[in-house]
């Protein structure tokens, strides 16, 4: 019997001991980690930190989109540099406004001119949208928010 009651109390134990370490679980808001998708400081569209998952290349880039070889619009929002490109650009369509100011406008719902981006796939959240304003206003230029 005193056998059986230690063995028992091992039981116990181990068990115990599985559940307190237990597995991570999971994050609510995974993308957040990925890209950078806060509004502050961290915010890193262009994933200079994760250069597999910036919030441009993961929304913007591919398809024929913002990318290398022939980007839409000439604007290759994926190749290193992407954040000289847009301070200092000019758009080249609808509002002839500073690189800066269209793209924030065209992220945002109900853009004044032409479709909302990334065209043909869903708009950005609201933290996205957070960080590429907090973005586009870090990079000074002549557009920002």
Sequence with gaps: MPHMLRSLRLLIAGGSLV????CPGSLENPERFLMGADAGDSCDPEGLTHPDAGLFKVKCGG???HESPAPAN???LVAPGAGERIATGKATGCMMLPLQSY???KVK???T????M??????LTADEVKCVESY???LGGDGGT
């Excluded at 559940?19 to 237990?22: A, E, K, M, N, Q």
């Excluded at 990334?118 to 708009?123: I, V």
């Design 136 to 138: 586009l206003a870090r």
């Design 63 to 65: 398809s024929g989109c």
């Design 113 to 116: 001119c032409g479709s909302q």
């Design 109 to 111: 719902a109900a853009p």
């Design 19 to 22: 559940l307190l370490v237990g």
């Design 118 to 123: 990334p065209l043909g796939a869903d708009p």
């Design 103 to 105: 793209m924030l406008n």
């Design 74 to 76: 000439n604007l290759d």
